[in-house]
């Protein structure tokens, strides 16, 4: 039963547990999510992060953030999580 609705999950990308986040980091599959902000910060997207993800996406870890900045238009941006550059910002 779990396994049929993590498969399901798997389709779109699963975001990680927070056990799973820690576990990513620690076995350096995923840079601190602190250093994905800051590479982000780096390349003038100065804004507050409101929500953090780590998902799978086909494969591959990214974080998918959350943004409100002055403006207090919401954007979104995919950071990549092995290397904690921004892969896109909508």
């Known amino acids: ?15 990680l547990s927070k056990v799973e986040q820690r576990a990513a980091v620690a076995t350096q599959q995923a840079v601190p999510l602190s250093q994905a902000i800051r ?5 003038g997207r100065r804004a ?3 929500r953090a993800e780590l998902c799978d996406r086909g494969g591959r870890l990214v974080y998918l953030l959350t943004l409100l900045p ?10 990549d999580a ?8 909508h």
């Open 48 to 50: 507050e992060v409101v």
């Open 70 to 79: 002055r403006s207090g238009k919401v954007t979104r941006a995919t950071i």
């Open 39 to 43: 590479s982000l910060h780096a390349r």
């Open 1 to 15: 039963f779990a396994t049929a609705s993590l498969a399901a999950d798997g389709a779109r990308g699963a975001c």
């Open 82 to 89: 092995a290397s904690g550059e921004p892969v896109g910002v």
